[in-house]
C-alpha cells in the first residue's frame, strides 16, 4: 500500500493499553479540529472532531482532548486493537476550505 | 453503496501525456477536494469546488486542471503529465466545506514515467 512517510513519529503500543497520540498545531485561529485514521493503500478516515468552544470529545473508544493555550491537541484511543494500526493525522481549519495536515504518525499496536 | 469512489486505482503514464483522474460521490455533498500526497510533503490541496461550476486553486494548482458540471463528479486533469506529479492522489467531499470532516476516497496512485 501507499506510504506515507518513512520517518514519521511513530507509536508503538501493546494490544488492551492506551494509546496517546499529540499533535501541535500551528495556527491560533483554527476553531475546527479532526483527527483521521489512515491504513495503508486507503484514503484518510475520519474519527472525530472538536469545535474550539470545547476542550474534550468523547466518542467510541476514542476522546480528543484540546488545549488552545498550547495550541496542542490528543486523541486517546482506550484498548487499543490490532486493527488500530496506521498512520493518525491531525488536521485543522480556519473556517474556511483549507484543511491543514498535520504530518503524521504511525501506530504500531503490538499482539 | 454511498461513497466516493476513484478511478483508476493505479496508472502508469509517460511525460507530456494528458491523464485524467475520475471522482464520484453519492452523498450529494456539495464540496469536493482533490489533495496529493508525498512523502516528506503530506497531503496538499490542488483544488476545491463549493458547487458545480464552481472551482477554486488549493495550495498546488500548477500544472493540473479540474471541473465540475455536475454536483457528484469532479474530474482532475493532468494536461501535460511530469515526473514531479508522481504522486497518490486523494479525492474528497464535505457537507459544508468548512467546519465539517473531509470524505476521502481510497485514492489513484500515479506514476509518471
Known sequence: ?111 | DAGITQSPRYKITETGRQVTLMCHQTWSHSYMFWYRQDLGHGLRLIYYSAAADITDKGEVPDGYVVSRSKTENFPLTLESATRSQTSVYFCASSETGANSPLHFGNGTRLTVT
Open chain 1, 1 to 111: 500500500g501507499e506510504s506515507v512517510g518513512l520517518h514519521l513519529p511513530t507509536l508503538s503500543v501493546q494490544e488492551g493499553d492506551n494509546s496517546i497520540i499529540n499533535c501541535a498545531y500551528s495556527n491560533s485561529a483554527s476553531d475546527y479540529f479532526i483527527w483521521y485514521k489512515q491504513e495503508s493503500g486507503k484514503g484518510p478516515q475520519f474519527i472525530i472532531d472538536i469545535r474550539s468552544n470545547m476542550d474534550k470529545r468523547q466518542g467510541q473508544r476514542v476522546t480528543v482532548l484540546l488545549n488552545k493555550t498550547v495550541k496542542h491537541l490528543s486523541l486517546q484511543i482506550a484498548a487499543t486493537q490490532p486493527g488500530d494500526s496506521a498512520v493518525y493525522f491531525c488536521a485543522e481549519n480556519t473556517g474556511g476550505f483549507k484543511t491543514i495536515f498535520g504530518a503524521g504518525t504511525r501506530l504500531f499496536v503490538k499482539a
